[in-house]
């Protein structure tokens, strides 16, 4: 059967069909329902909250937080009926703003910013970017009960009304992305991203990806709810992309809602682990820090011993804002744990990276990397083994597990949630 993968500079992948157990990707489900209708119904039906127009009422300054464009969340074709609900609330254009919520992600280009907001939202009111590399822009807020350090964008200490938007799918951090990570960590400082970022590098992957109920997403709902996200707005797509559900409301209650439709979408059953699963990484396939999405998925269908095949372009690298990455590579949990109590790294969310992945390819399963935006050099120095072409990939797979090794194939890896 030949597989192909959503990139055009990456070849397809012949594999025999008594090799194969099969070929899997999120559900395309169809609908009556157009996109508007859906985003429509959720701001009428909020849950666990009063519809916006009722809590904006005589607010000041409202700032609507947005995700970045690591995230396929549809912001222009949401941003217009939000801002419309504010509108029937009395909150004129004046006191709207919009933040985006970067995380450690790199700076968007103004024509990304336009792509993903939409032109004239762009021209018609205030956008700015969280850089969380500026001090000057992040302002201290106290601390959780179990500790964590709160250092928010001071954007959102200045408003009286925020709004969260974004999409949810499953998450290696958090168990699934939107709700709460519009504020932790999309416009937080690096000392409370580090801090959430390292409890989930102490828990196995198994353990919290598509589990909505978890202590690090407990830890980022916390710093949510103390930051003031008052409302989110969160969407389920399907592989096309498809707006299928959106919520709005309690950054708690609408967001587990949200979540089980997000599992049928995402969630596929497999027939058992494979000894060799390939996966590409899309939607997140700009550089490694995103792509290793591919890899926590193929982590939870690939055998003790076996091999993973991660196909994804990297076209900006491994990870532009975190060079710690190449430096020090992928590693187990012990490991990293001696080079943080050493002082080596310093930065807990690069060190709970190194150990999401380095717990999988350098414990559980061998990982052959095939991306044209990353030098063989470089894959092998933080820890993968690589090959040209998925084809020959999957060969060299067969001559380390043998030629009746089974084999698994995931397409739209970076999102997809496998169980048995």
Known sequence: MQVSFSYVDVPGVEIEPDSLLGVFEPQELSLEDSEEEIIAR???NPIGTPRIAEMVKGKKRVLIIVDDNTRLTPVHKILP???????????????????????????????????????????????????????????????????????????????????????IVPHRVAGFSGGGKIIQPAVCGPKTTEQTHWLSALYPGKDIMGQPENP??????????????????????????????????DLVVAHR??????????????????????????????????????????????????????????????ASQHPEVEEFGYRPLEEVKRLVEEGKILDLTVAA???????????????????????????E????RTAPTPQEALEMAFSLKGRKAKVLCFRHGGEILPYC
């Open 42 to 44: 959720a701001l009428a």
């Open 81 to 167: 009926y939000v801002i419309g609900e504010l509108k029937q609330g009395g909150v004129n254009d004046e006191a709207i703003n919009i933040l985006i919520g970067l995380g450690t992600h790199r700076l968007m280009t103004e024509e990304e910013i336009k792509k993903k907001l939409g032109e004239e939202i762009v021209s018609n009111y205030p956008v700015q970017s969280h850089n969380w590399k500026d001090p000057s822009s992040i302002e201290f807020f106290g601390q959780t009960e179990s500790g964590t350090e709160i250092w928010l964008n001071k954007e959102v200490l200045r408003s009286d009304f925020v709004i969260g938007i974004g999409h």
């Open 216 to 249: 690090v997403r407990c830890e980022i709902e916390t710093v949510a709810r103390q930051a003031g996200l008052r409302v989110i707005f969160n969407v389920v797509q399907d592989r096309r992309g498809r707006i299928v559900e959106a919520v709005c409301g």
């Open 257 to 318: 809602k949200g979540c089980e439709t997000s599992r049928k979408v995402f969630g596929v059953k497999i027939p058992e682990p494979a000894d060799i699963v390939i996966t590409d990484s899309y939607p997140a396939d700009v550089e490694m820090w995103q792509a290793a999405k591919g890899i926590y998925s193929a982590d939870l269908a690939v055998k003790e011993g076996g091999v993973i095949i991660l196909v994804t372009p990297c076209p900006e690298g491994v």
């Open 353 to 379: 990276h190194l150990v999401h992945v380095g717990e999988v390819i350098r414990k559980k399963a061998t990982c052959i990397l095939v991306s044209p935006g990353i030098t063989r050099e470089t894959a």
């Open 381 to 384: 120095r933080i820890g993968f």
